[in-house]
């Protein structure tokens, strides 16, 4: 194989499929990026069977080949090449020659045809949607994925179709966040369970441009993204996700208007005199106009009013500050809502056009 | 005690004491910052013993006093509070109360009178100099101090003043860093050996402006830097610096000039091939006109040509690419020159001015 490219397109093709090298694996084979050159086309690919990406490269092909070498290692090299055309060159025992300028590397690579090749999927069903669009709706649920591998559903987030409307949740036991986003376009229902970490990955890659789009294909095993030049093809979380419609509630005793970024500030200040292991929570006293936040931990106490808009009755609850933060981090709006009914009830954080709903679970606490 | 200062000036003055606060202490109050109000001022101290830092801040004395409150939580909460005036006030049983808006914190403080104060430093012996020339001689040095406790003045820099000279001086058994300034007037002579921790946190705190001054006063003991609203008060490490005068030659049998950026990027992309553990040189061949570059290693092998300019014999050497970088990394000139005697001897990376001279020795390599 010979083949020259720039070393900037090098770089970003060589980042995108970076993101599923598999970093503890017993396969050498599945630490390397496998290089392509055939048909015409220079093809990247990674992956670490749960995961795979694969994305072209413009450049010029002097000789078809293909190579597999050592991702962590090609990456680091070109990256400190100088920003000039790289020509790489392979020879039958799969050394890899890399040229740029005066520079000359020479690796070791392993044969292309040992590098386990990307599932086909059958693109029956799709959507398309904005890469701003998908990038949104990750940042805004994927905190409150869960990290433990017992519950294993909950690592994941459901993505719902259902005709014109595509419905995203992700959960951990104690909160629940929901965006909602209106389609171009109606398609066929469908129901899958992404892995939070291709979502991860996912959000990293796409450039999250309003008018880039991203298109979607699911098997029954498999969910595929493709965009720009890249394919990112993903194992699907098997079993059935969690029926969510009995938590949600749209029934409240208080409901409080308040200013997001004042409210996230204040949190923020409390949750200074919480320390990890602590579990303190902040609790919060309701009244007419008024919100007042509240903390005493065994290093110190703070408290701060907030000025509210409130409907119904008074109330005083407690939660972990870190999964109010996490919301409010998250949400655009200036002003939110939240809806509360007693001190054990979960609480709502949503919209009037029903885009988001959070629901987080009050920590008890003694009064 | 009763103050108010402005939430800016509060965070800069933590922060520049902040450097000098223990954080491996079994003396709590070390853990602290004291806040003084008395005749006036308002001064923060921070003092583990070795390095004290007090600065002052700009405010509204009500009620003079003084108390020590923990220097993490403090700053943390003073970071935090809205951009406005903060009050800080404290009762009999050392109870700090902070408030800024409508955010009221109460910490619990220690008394002022337990904390360490810092010692007095005579004003006999001093010399000025600017901030940006004091950052330039630290940056330009410290990279060779050794962090070996067994070696305790390598740990430090030697600084040298003799009639209207500053020499600098650091190094760690494999090389020896020198920069010398003029300064503006001439002082008595002296020599003492400053810890390496001091002269990394005064190069965090001064602003490095040309027009702003530096005045550093030295004891048998102590070293007093005077800068701003700030003075920082050192220990100095005891005993006789290395005599280095009999290491420095300038004769040569190859000397050689060449383009800094050029060679600092190209040892950079060989030590790529190079893990910490491995302890492989880079091998430098140079000739007429020519300097080739090559590593081989586990991981492959890399070579690479740059032009250079020659005077004297062909030569074959090697070194640890880490020494190299680092010289060529403070260094701000485009071209510099590089003098050398033979593959076991030292070589010297100086400019004609002699403002600095730096020392490397050579690795031994198998050809």
Do not use: W
């Not at 000789?63 to 990256?79: D, H, M, T």
């Not at 005199?273 to 902040?282: D, V």
């Not at 903390?295 to 009013?305: L, Y």
């Amino acid at each position: 194989m010979k083949i020259i490219c720039k070393k900037t397109d090098l770089v970003h093709a060589v980042s995108t499929v970076s993101k599923a090298v598999s970093n503890k694996t017993t396969l050498p084979i599945l630490e390397c990026i496998l290089i392509e050159a055939v048909a015409g086309k220079i093809k990247l690919t990674a992956n670490d069977m749960e995961l795979g990406i694969e994305t072209t490269v413009e450049g010029n092909i002097q000789e078809p080949g293909k190579i597999a070498i050592n991702a962590k290692l090609f990456s680091e090299i070109v990256r400190k090449l100088s920003d000039n055309d790289v020509t790489i060159e392979t020879d039958e025992q799969y050394k890899a020659t890399i040229t740029c300028e005066k520079a000359c590397f020479q690796i070791m690579g392993q044969e292309g045809n040992e590098f386990p090749y990307l599932p086909e999927i059958e693109k029956n069903q799709s959507i398309t949607i904005s890469q701003f669009s998908l990038k949104e709706i990750i940042r805004q649920t994927i905190f409150s994925i869960s990290d433990n591998e017992n519950t294993k559903l909950m690592t994941g987030e459901l993505f719902e179709v259902k005709d014109q409307q595509l419905n995203v949740v992700s959960l951990d036991g104690h909160r629940i966040s929901i965006r909602k986003i209106q389609l171009k376009d109606s398609y066929d229902p469908f129901k899958v369970v992404v892995p939070g970490k291709t979502l991860q990955e996912i959000v990293k890659i796409i450039s999250g441009e309003m008018e880039e789009d991203v298109n979607i294909y699911v098997t029954s095993k498999h969910i595929l993204f493709e965009f720009d030049q890249t394919r990112v093809v993903s194992r699907l979380l098997e079993g059935e996700f969690y029926k969510i419609s009995q938590m949600l509630s749209s029934d409240y005793e208080t409901k409080i208007t308040i200013n997001k970024k004042e409210f996230l500030n204040c949190i923020d200040r409390a949750s200074l005199l919480i320390r990890e292991s602590e579990k303190k929570p902040i609790i919060i006293d309701i009244t007419d106009h008024s919100l007042k936040l509240n903390i005493n931990s065994f290093f110190g106490s703070m408290e701060e009013e907030i000025m509210i808009q409130k409907e119904g009755r008074d109330l005083l609850i407690g939660f972990n500050p870190k999964f109010l933060m996490d919301v409010l981090r998250v949400i655009d709006d200036e002003e939110i809502h939240i809806y509360l009914v007693n001190p054990k009830a979960p609480c709502f954080i949503k919209d009037d056009a029903d885009s988001y709903n959070y629901l987080i679970l009050p920590v008890n606490f003694n009064h």
